[in-house]
């Protein structure tokens, strides 16, 4: 017969056996899974890939809407609300095509950037844009997605979905749009800036077209084409269009 003592060890040694087995059992079976694929077992399960997840898709609000469009009259992309806007690159060049950033250094008397587009994004930003919402080509919807990932990037989306242009809104997004200033009312980047009281102006007429509250203005006669379209008095026209350039990109 064994001893009171000898069983009571015995008992202690089983129940710490069985708990250890229990322990090893989930990294068993993890192994057991990553032999998939590499000579395992054929049993084992096959582990498929998941798919890959929708883009994200911002709602397009009068608010969020006259922001964008205060963002374009702030970059020198507005052109009158026309989508030529979009293909706009830094210095008013036009982009052959809207089927991706053209990501192209272009040059000026004393700046040189790759910006493009309504909102003018530099190649690094738009790459983070893409990933993010996981949207592909460079179309007027896509941008503006783009832009309303930027503006809740920094914080500011509770801010415009206000319906008032702030100077603190203002200041949320100087780091993103140089144009914007900040609340001394300077760039964030050292670059030529809008003043905030012309941004507001903007904002709250382009709110209450919007909104319906204004009529929208009738649309000007069409003038008839400049040529020869090389010449310099067509191409002063055409940079008058558009309005004017801030020596700005989206950081």
Known sequence: ???PRIRFRSGLA???GVAALAWQAP???AQALELVGS???PHTAMALPLPPPPPRIFAITPERRALLNTIRYAEGTWAGGDDIGYRIMFGGGLMPSLERHPDRVVRTARYASAAAGAYQFMPFTWNLVTRSLGIAEFGPQVQDQGAIFLIQRRGALALADQGSFTRQLAAKLAPEWASFPTLAGHSYYGQPVKRFHDLKRFYDDNLARLR???PVAAAEPAKPACTPATSLRCQLENLE???PKSRTSSL
């Open 14 to 16: 089983l129940s710490l």
């Open 1 to 3: 017969m064994t001893p």
């Open 27 to 29: 990294s068993a079976q």
């Open 241 to 243: 269009r558009l309005g």
């Open 39 to 41: 000579g395992g077992h």
């Open 212 to 214: 319906g509250q204004l």
